[in-house]
């Protein structure tokens, strides 16, 4: 079991300063299997992406499949399919955006999909839920999944275990549906604020990560998607590294 870094996890402020080449040299001292480059905090796409090349398991697009009118935004797809051959990153995630279950307009286009995905067979595309109603609830993950499923297309899913709490779903019972589907897990341990949820490391989270992690499956990359924070940025890296390889042995 690969154990990665979503390069988000060094913040917003820590990446701007330094790059997302940096975070990763740092990722990989710290004895981590590979990193998710994170197409939002790219500062110069045309120069960070060819000096990451090789680096990178996964290329995460903050764009959604699917308009909020339910179209494929194939211009979305394509950046970030091109993004990943930059990359040479074997996997794209994205979400589904505004796909919708109902909506003839975005099953017609899940055949239009597979073909551009045929088109690029060197990126595995892998769903993720997100935070959002459209695309983080069980209901949306499990309608796409039957959808796409149904039209031949055999996606994978990125389950990440904090982001259900954000439309007030259970993780475990999204872990126990759409296990079939996950390739890939984001560990996110999650703490309610007065206003909002907020990610934290998986030890401090409120959720019931260790049952969680027991419903998925083991032999897929886990990745890091909290923050690290520290004055010995490596050192915290490293031992977060091992406590979710150690966790998931455990579990």
């Known amino acids: 079991m690969k154990v990665l870094i979503s390069l988000s996890s060094f913040g917003a402020a820590e990446t701007g300063r330094h790059g997302q080449l940096w975070c990763t040299d740092l990722a990989q001292q710290a004895g981590a299997d590979g990193v998710e480059v994170r197409g939002e905090l790219l500062r110069d796409a045309a120069t960070e992406l060819p000096a990451l090349a090789g680096r990178a398991a996964v290329y995460s697009s903050p764009e959604g499949l699917w308009t ?25 995630k994205m979400s589904i955006g505004g796909f919708g279950a109902t909506l003839p307009t975005s099953h017609a286009s899940l055949q239009r999909l597979q073909a ?100 998925l499956p083991a032999d897929v990359p886990h990745a890091i998607e909290y923050p690290l924070v520290g004055d010995d940025l490596v050192a915290v890296t490293r031992e977060q590294v091992a406590f979710i390889r150690a966790a998931r042995e455990a579990a």
């Not at 009118?69 to 394509?78: I, P």
């Open 68 to 92: 909020a009118q339910g179209e494929l935004d194939e211009a979305a797809l394509a950046r970030g399919v091109q993004a990943a051959q930059v990359l040479r990153a074997p996997r794209l």
């Open 116 to 215: 551009l995905l045929q088109a690029a067979p060197q990126v595995e595309l892998v769903i993720e839920n997100d935070q959002t109603a459209t695309a983080g609830t069980l209901a949306a993950m499990q309608a796409f999944f039957a959808a796409q499923a149904q039209a031949g297309l055999g996606l994978g899913m990125t389950f990440d275990m904090g982001n259900w709490h954000w439309q007030g779903e259970c993780p475990l019972q999204a872990a126990q549906a759409l296990a079939p589907y996950v390739r890939y897990v984001h560990c996110k341990g999650v703490q309610r604020l007065p206003a909002k949820w907020v990610a934290v490391p998986l030890a401090d989270s409120v959720a019931p990560w260790r049952a969680v992690l027991r419903a």
